[in-house]
């Protein structure tokens, strides 16, 4: 009951969010709700945007306060009293409605006039009301399952599919970010930056959460919306069909292609891999079916309209905008009409807020489609100020992004000329792939709408209805196809730009980018014309052959979207599954609910391809100073700078100077730092001055795979080194200087080890690399609070000339030799070689089977990305093969370090195995010289079966111990020659 409640309330603050746009909605398509429901549709568009865009403004002058709420709420009831009484005045517009729900034509019993609108839509009836509320049910069933699981308990924890994780995630983040009430936002996965684009759209969502205070999941707050968005593009697409077909079936059968059977890459697949059904049912689980030709045959990449319902719901909202231009150039006459002008040019700049290149994308086609109607028009000083006018005000709000930071051009991801492999290699073959159904029946469409014109023989024989010229006379069509053409020249335009677009353009780092967001735009382009052509074989053949060849067509494609469904929803599938345990649960809950808002919270971010994700933002709702590399990079922050920052914060976990560890936790202001599994594996010695020196870092959480600690300040010093700059000394002559010691630490004694060094000054005329020179070490016991004067020796420098003297105080590390052991599963990297069988022997129960079949010969190959510490690694493969009689080689193990020129090998015969069928360690001696990454090969030589089951690593390295101060100074001393 409290779930419900907790829905109810959130939608109608939803509704009362959008109910500025609604006077818009009204004087567009009418008063008569029942008849014209875009009414609702379009307030809902543009009432989004507005009641946004008075909620940033508020935000940024007075966050979320009361006095924002107030002025929001008269804002709001002011623009209702004068929408309503001005607007919704009569006027001269007529719209043509059809209570009967048949298809007569004007003047008809079923038909009649209706004021108070700028369009002339075509009615609904019981028909198309029901059509679309199938629709929605189809969308409820598909995406259900897939949302349900996100983020659900498994046994192996819980479960995030990964290509949720690169959107779904990325939204509960951003609403998470904006509950915080700072306008323009700051990137969560990078702090310090603006969060570029792609908030907008989470706006009311945000003031839901902060305003009413309800408990509810920003999960939830990104899934609501998401939904809502989906119902508003089905009915938008739905009803700008319904303008171009007589026929309510024909609308309905359109959008259902288009979302669930618009890819033949699953037959595609099948046709790839071979077998039965069934088996390809299991090794296609492997795959992500709708990006399936980017992996097998390169860029571009397209994806189908149902990945978006399910995870992108702003470019839909930029989408549902587009179809509402579309119908607006279609029915009104823009250039004619100076509010008409206005709010089309507003929605095409609005567009831009939510989806920034698709907006950008609508925004350059609609400036073309009005061009062309200003230069070809015959009243070229009468239009020019509307032209003028609608554009101006889609370059004000794209101005106004930008001077919001919605947008930046960073030269490392600008736009590029980019023609990919796979339109190189498969040329249109890649859109009927991606698009297979809507793009065989778009092009019939096209076929269709340049050979077949309205023709006047027609109407005088009372075949057709009136064309859309008789808007004028106050009669309006039932439909546009096939008696005026001229509305299909601006959709051409958009189809030919699109295409281009997506075949010539890329984004710099991101080949995809671009396709995936305008692949949308062509997928809902070539249902228009799709639906021209549907209409056209409903009418020309009997129904059954109507269906048979509409299902023989479509049916293929529906396996795509139902396989890519169960994928999307099988979240045992680790493949493509990322678990998260129950103590890193446990331990971002803690810091949702217990770490200040704007505080910075650092883990070790994670290596690239391992996954998409960082806990903290993600699920602590908290900033951190650098994530992963694919959110870092993805909000148009340069390349340079993400790797400065991960060079640095794996420096603050890897090294053993707190000075240095002071350093950067103030540049980057972190509060926090959280020591989970992967922070403690990749660094098991350098995270051990977290637990060390709690006068410094303070354990504030902690569980059995987790600690937090609370950061007690930037520039507290553990010891202080005091000394005087000793007068000018001779060279080769042992010299002391006095140091005074002082242990601030109250809560600890330290053993120290005290050391001076000379580096030469680079504005010193000593020769050319002359070396720095380290003097001799002396240990002191330091008491908690005590205070020492302690003799040092200062180094002598051979050479005469300035020095600069660098003093450290360093905690000695612990002599024993100290073990690390990790080991990779075979099964869980991908090779390109072999396949996974179950066996009872291997220690995950699967092994990776390579067979001596003809031809199998080759290589297995993986990189490891999980970076290493220098030192020296034991490497073990563990691996059973068929026989131990060969006495030729089976295979050669390969172990490289990625990035330096190390590499060891080690050839097996078959008579090495002390038994057959039995699992065997075969062992290979690395050393690393500094933190790198590992990639393994094996080569295959054929003749008997292996079985490769893991790798493990013992490591060995030595404690360095810790440098708690350092005390340069630069002025130096004077070497002078000797007497």
């Known amino acids: ?511 995809s980018d671009v396709s995936l967001k305008l692949g949308l735009v062509l997928v809902s382009t070539l249902l228009i014309f799709s639906a021209i052509s549907l209409e056209f074989l409903y009418e020309k053949w009997s129904r059954p052959v109507f269906y048979f060849w509409v299902g023989l067509i479509s049916l293929p494609a529906l396996l795509t979207v139902l396989m890519d469904r169960s994928h999307l929803a099988d979240i045992y599938n680790t493949k493509f599954t990322h678990y998260i345990s129950e103590e890193d649960m446990q331990a971002v809950t803690w810091i949702r609910t217990q770490v200040p808002e704007f505080a910075v919270v650092q883990s070790l971010p994670p290596e690239y391809k391992i996954t998409y994700l960082t806990l903290v933002p993600m699920l602590g709702q908290r900033r951190t100073a650098v994530s992963d590399w694919f959110y870092s990079r993805i909000f148009q922050i340069s390349q340079t700078k993400v790797d400065h920052r991960q060079k640095d914060i794996s420096r603050l976990f890897e090294t053993n100077s707190l000075v240095e560890a002071q350093e950067i936790l103030k540049r980057y202001q972190i509060s926090y730092i959280y020591v989970g599994e992967w922070e403690k594996s990749s660094y098991p010695f350098g995270v051990q001055k977290f637990y060390h020196f709690p006068k410094l870092f303070e354990k504030v959480y902690s569980n059995s795979k987790v600690d937090i600690f609370k950061v007690r300040s930037y520039e507290l010093e553990l010891v202080t080194l005091n000394m005087k700059t000793p007068l000018p000394i001779q060279a080769k002559e042992d010299q002391t200087a006095l140091v005074v010691l002082k242990n601030q630490d109250s809560l600890q004694s330290h053993m120290l080890s005290i050391q001076a060094e000379v580096v030469p000054k680079e504005t010193s005329s000593l020769p050319d690399e002359t070396p720095s020179i380290n003097g001799q070490q002396v240990t002191v016991q330091l008491d908690s609070g005590e205070e020492k004067s302690v003799s040092i020796p200062l180094p002598a420098p051979n050479h005469p000339g300035v020095y600069t003297l660098i003093l450290q105080a360093t905690q000695p590390g612990d002599e024993e030799d100290n073990r690390e052991t990790f080991s990779v599963e075979a099964e869980s990297v991908k090779g390109n070689l072999g396949k996974i069988q179950e066996d009872p022997e291997a220690s995950g129960g699967k092994a990776v089977f390579i067979g001596a079949e003809p031809g199998s010969s080759g290589t297995w190959t993986f990189l490891l990305n999980r970076k290493f510490l220098p030192g020296d690694y034991v490497l073990s493969l563990r691996v059973k093969a068929e026989s131990n009689q060969l006495a030729d080689k089976i295979f050669t193990w390969e172990v490289i370090a990625n990035h330096q020129e190390n590499q060891e090998q080690l050839e097996v015969m078959g008579t090495a195995f002390q038994e057959p069928d039995m699992y065997q360690n075969f062992n290979l001696n690395f050393h690393l010289t500094e933190a790198d990454t590992f990639k393994f090969r094996i080569r295959y030589h054929g003749k008997i079966g292996i079985w490769i089951d893991n790798i493990s690593f013992i490591y060995h390295r030595k404690n360095p111990g810790f440098l708690l101060a350092r005390k340069v100074y630069p002025v130096g001393i004077q070497v002078e020659k000797p007497e």
């Not at 938008?236 to 024909?250: A, D, G, H, P, Y």
């Not at 190189?424 to 297979?436: C, R, S, T």
């Open 1 to 511: 009951m409290e779930t419900v409640l907790k829905l109810i309330s959130y939608f109608g603050f939803f509704l009362l969010f959008c109910l500025p746009g609604f006077p818009l909605g009204l004087w567009l398509c009418g008063k008569n709700i029942k008849k014209h429901p875009e009414a609702i549709a379009y307030g809902f568009l543009l009432g989004h945007f507005l009641s946004s865009g008075i909620a940033i403004v508020l935000i940024y002058l007075f966050g979320f306060s009361s006095l924002s709420v107030w002025i929001f709420i008269g804002l709001a009831l002011a623009w209702l009293i004068i929408g309503f009484k001005y607007l919704l005045r009569d006027r001269s517009g007529v719209s043509l409605s059809n209570p009967a729900g048949g298809e007569e034509g004007p003047g008809s019993p079923g038909h009649e006039l209706q004021t108070h609108a700028k369009l002339l839509l075509k009615a609904w009836n019981r028909r198309a009301y029901i059509s679309y509320g199938i629709l929605v049910v189809i969308a409820l069933v598909l995406t259900f399952e897939p949302f349900a699981n996100l983020g659900k308990k498994t046994p192996a924890g819980y479960a995030y599919r990964k290509y949720f994780l690169g959107d779904v995630v990325k939204q509960m983040v951003i609403t998470a970010e904006l509950v915080k009430g700072e306008i323009p936002p700051q990137n969560p996965w990078f702090a310090g930056e603006t969060l570029h684009y792609y908030w907008l759209y989470f706006i009311p969502s945000a003031a839901f959460y902060r305003l009413t205070g309800m408990e509810i999941s920003i999960k939830a707050l990104t899934v609501l919306p998401t939904l809502f968005s989906d119902a508003l593009f089905l009915f938008m697409l739905l009803s700008t069909l319904r303008l171009f077909t007589k026929r309510e079936i024909v609308p309905f059968l359109t959008v259902l292609i288009g979302i669930v059977a618009y890819s033949y890459e699953a037959i595609y697949l099948w046709w790839v891999l071979g077998g039965s059904f069934t088996s390809f049912l299991e090794q296609a689980r492997a795959y992500n079916l709708d990006g399936l030709t980017r992996w097998l045959w390169g860029e571009p990449q397209m994806d189908g309209l149902f990945r978006s319902i399910l995870y992108s719901p702003q470019h839909l909202q930029s989408l549902s905008i587009l179809l509402g231009v579309i119908t607006i150039l279609t029915l009104g006459r823009v250039l004619q009409s100076p509010s008409l002008a206005l709010t089309t040019g507003f929605m095409v700049g609005v567009s831009a807020g939510y989806s920034l290149f698709i907006g950008l994308f609508i925004t350059l086609w609609y400036g073309l489609c009005l061009g062309i109607q200003l230069l070809l028009g015959k009243k070229f000083k009468k239009q020019l100020p509307l032209f003028l006018l609608s554009m101006g005000i889609a370059g004000l709000l794209v101005i106004l992004y930008y001077s919001l930071g919605m947008f930046i051009r960073d030269p490392n991801t600008g736009l590029i000329i980019h023609v990919g492999r796979a339109l190189k290699n498969y040329g249109p073959l890649v859109f009927l792939m991606n698009y297979g159904p809507p793009f065989i029946f778009g092009i019939l469409g096209i076929i269709l709408v340049w050979k077949r014109s309205g023709k006047r023989e027609d109407r005088e024989n009372g075949k057709t209805e009136e064309p859309i010229s008789s808007y004028s006379s106050g009669r309006g069509p039932a439909v546009l196809w096939p008696y005026d053409r001229s509305p299909f020249l601006f959709l051409l335009l958009l189809l030919i730009l699109t295409i281009t677009v997506i075949s010539t353009v890329a984004l710099k780092g991101f080949l």
